[in-house]
């Protein structure tokens, strides 16, 4: 293999961005209701933990070698006390005082929740999830009783596409869940108003409204994967489970894994689109007519003299320099090779053409 080089230059090099966008369906059907009841009485993709602080939901039943994990269901509230999250000023929620089940972990669930997505205010407190964004603390209304998401990265990749989120629920009886009927409704949630006016004030990127009809009802973060619902979409009307009650009775007297049971009975569909980043280097690598016409292959060589080999049955006067391109590669600026392009076929370089070679580096 012969090599000849040459030194590329700033104007020899470009960048570019792509976002790449695929549509990830979720219907209601996989989330609960497609696959057998364990022991448990739930299905068979869906995980717990003997800790009980959250759900995981799979594609597939878990325990198999072709399962995916799509995403996790947690739910917790604001305070126990204003102290709980370190700032005394805070009255007591409703909810958090009345809880008499996993107190001390759904609190720790909203607290951890909330450092990492809505930080810290400049007293080093951490910030609850303000409900239109604004982080007010003396003004705006707070979600403190949510219902989290957390998506797999494997669905999200880099991260959520700005207005492609729907989640619809249903808030009829624990039978029918969709059905109008008996008084429930279809809830349809989207982030449709983020295209434009999405939040950056959050230490985990960017994010957006949840909202339904024009009541703010959660919100989206889009680098994180992670959906904030609060209580308030199911009217307090609505018997989250038979025997137990509202929502609010769920997130206090009952465990993390059954408010997550009577959540994911209520979702029909979720979708969003996700998004891949893909940077690229693109180098022009240009032999000019002059350049690369000799090869130092020892083949290259006739009677120990660096000249062109005759053709036969052609007069070597007329013969013509010529090489034949097959593979560019890409060096540092110590001569250590960084990467390399193959033809699909060899391009024959002699004085009478140039070549202009599109190199292109994805990362």
């Avoid at 369906?25 to 996989?30: A, F, H, K, M």
């Amino acid at each position: 293999m012969a090599i000849s080089f040459k030194t590329l230059t700033q104007t020899d090099k470009t960048t570019s961005r792509t976002l790449l966008h695929e549509s990830i369906p979720i219907t209601g059907s996989l989330i609960s209701g497609t696959y057998n009841v364990d022991s448990s009485g739930r299905e068979v993709n869906i995980k717990t933990f003997s800790h009980g602080m959250f759900q995981s939901v799979y594609d597939y039943p878990y325990i198999s070698s072709s399962a995916n994990h799509i995403f996790d269901i947690t739910a917790g509230f604001s305070t126990a006390s204003g102290a709980a999250i370190g700032n005394s000023s805070l009255s007591a929620s409703t909810v958090a005082t009345a809880a008499t089940s996993q107190l001390s972990k759904k609190v720790n669930i909203y607290t951890q929740m909330a450092q990492v997505l809505s930080g810290f205010n400049t007293s080093s407190i951490v910030r609850r999830f303000d409900q239109d964004g604004d982080l007010s603390e003396a003004s705006s209304v707070k979600h403190d009783n949510a219902i989290f998401l957390n998506f797999s990265r494997l669905l999200v990749k880099d991260e959520i596409k700005k207005g492609s989120f729907s989640l619809e629920l249903g808030t009829g009886s624990w039978m029918t869940p969709f059905a109008t009927a008996s008084g429930g409704e279809q809830v349809m949630i989207t982030d449709s108003g983020s295209v434009s006016s999405y939040k950056i004030n959050s230490p985990a990127g960017e994010y957006g409204l949840l909202v339904s009809g024009a009541t703010n009802v959660g919100l989206i973060y889009y680098q994180a994967g992670v959906a904030i619902l609060s209580s308030s979409v199911f009217p307090s009307t609505v018997e989250m489970r038979p025997g137990v009650g509202n929502v609010e009775d769920v997130l206090t007297g009952s465990t993390i894994d059954i408010m997550a049971d009577s959540f994911r009975r209520r979702v029909k569909n979720i979708q969003f689109s996700n998004t891949t980043e893909l940077n690229s280097t693109i180098y022009f690598c240009r032999a000019n007519n002059t350049e690369f016409n000799y090869s130092s292959n020892p083949t290259y060589l006739s009677g120990s003299k660096i000249r062109v080999k005759t053709n036969p049955g052609t007069n070597e006067h007329f013969n013509l320099p010529r090489s034949y391109v097959t593979t560019v590669g890409l060096y540092s600026h110590d001569n250590e090779l960084l990467a390399v392009a193959k033809l699909s076929e060899p391009l024959r370089k002699d004085p009478t053409n140039e070549l202009t070679l599109r190199v292109r580096l994805d990362y």
